[in-house]
């Protein structure tokens, strides 16, 4: 399954993209209503990083605890259920709350989330054949960079002419509309693994995934430099206040040219090769904001630097390669729950440098310990070649 038009031809793609694309859009016209919502109510960088991407912390609960019922419960429905509970909770965060009560909410649509993408990276190793894994991934991936940049420059612009409780209350709609394309458009799926979640069931096929140096390597270079980079671009909005949605629109479609660039041009032999260049690549440009550059040479090198996130598409397939098949579920759970999880640490810690020094300061300095961490995993990786 070499072609695009290949895996359209797949039964439940599409829908599969739908729901996924307006689930995506909320995400994205939601956060940055938050982030905004926030930093005018506390003028605090951190507090509005925080409010964006700080709930991605919280799925690291939920990936201790959740992560089993990624492969033991019927995906249909509990995507449906999740789309439901964030309507519901981002309809909340409309209200006008406190700080605290805002971010208790946050907490909870963290720990929910967690099971999410797991359900929902299980549910594409079913909808699409093995060889059309990868370039499914890419589209997925692609399809994420372009609603971003729709949804940033959207919500922006939104920003501009309503209330951010009021972007937060479509944010809402977009959630429960994932949900009914969820439910009207994929078939109900049994478990793909049986047995009841636990935490028991949890812990134990984490410290299975985890007990492999092959797949270990793998998962750190997914989580941490990604982490450190989007903690960075958790900064936008103090950092240029006026032009936040068209930085992360940049990003957006940075990561569009190279998931496409990855997923589709690339011949399969030389994709290994990738994943240090592209990692770098992720990091490297934003060495450039210790100049503190303006609103467009911040724009061109936010958009260079984000078509480095293509690493992850490397890595998965590296991932996918190692890993059982009725643990799909869980190992791509796992993936997304410590990527988010290192987001949010990412987060705290651009956050608190923010507040020390300043914006530009605090994303050139978690750039350059990405960086250093990508090297380093590529000489560990050398020294001692990994094994299953």
């Known amino acids: 399954m070499r072609s695009y038009r290949s895996l359209f031809r797949a039964p439940e793609f599409t829908p599969f993209l739908l729901s996924f694309a307006a689930f995506a859009a909320a995400q994205t016209i939601g956060g940055l209503a938050l982030g905004t919502l926030v930093f005018r109510a506390t003028g605090s960088p951190f507090l509005s990083a925080l409010s964006m991407f700080g709930p991605q912390l919280a799925q690291l609960l939920g ?17 449906t259920g999740l789309g439901l509970a964030f309507a519901v909770t981002t309809a909340v965060l409309a209200l006008s709350l406190p700080v605290w009560a805002l971010f208790a909410v946050l907490l909870l649509q963290g720990v929910v989330a967690s099971l999410g993408g797991g359900v929902r990276g299980g549910l594409l190793t079913e909808i699409l ?4 894994y990868v370039l499914g991934r890419s589209v997925y991936n692609m399809l994420w960079g372009l609603v971003q940049v729709t949804g940033f420059a959207t919500g922006g612009l939104l920003l501009t002419l309503l209330s951010p409780q009021s972007c937060l209350l479509l944010a809402a709609a977009l959630y429960a509309l994932s949900a009914l394309v969820t439910r009207l458009g994929l078939t109900a799926r049994p478990p793909r693994s049986k047995g009841r979640p636990s935490i028991a069931a949890t812990w134990r096929t984490n410290a299975l995934l985890l007990s492999s140096r092959a797949r270990l390597l793998t998962y750190l270079g997914l989580w941490v430099p990604n982490g450190l980079v989007v903690g960075g671009d958790s900064l936008y909005v103090s950092y240029a206040p006026h032009a936040a949605g068209t930085l992360y629109a940049c990003g957006a479609l940075g990561m569009f040219a190279g998931d496409l660039a990855v997923g589709r041009l690339v011949p399969p032999a030389l994709r290994p090769k990738l994943a240090t260049p592209l990692r770098l690549l992720l990091a490297v440009p934003y060495l450039f904001f210790v100049l503190h550059p303006g609103v467009v040479l911040s724009a061109v090198a936010v958009t260079i630097a984000s078509a ?22 869980q190992v791509l759970g796992l993936h997304g729950t410590g990527m988010v999880a290192f987001q949010g640490i990412g987060v705290l810690l651009a956050g608190t440098l923010a507040q020390l020094t300043s914006p530009g300061t605090a994303i050139t300095l978690t750039a350059a310990t990405s960086a250093t961490v990508t090297l380093v995993l590529a000489a560990l990786a050398r020294r001692s070649p990994a094994r299953v």
């Open 63 to 79: 990936g201790l605890f959740l992560l089993s019922a990624a492969d033991r419960v019927p995906p249909r429905a509990t995507l």
């Open 308 to 329: 480095g996130f293509a690493a992850s598409l490397v890595l998965q397939e590296r991932l996918m390669s190692l890993a059982p098949d009725d643990l799909s579920g």
């Open 129 to 132: 054949s093995k060889d059309g």
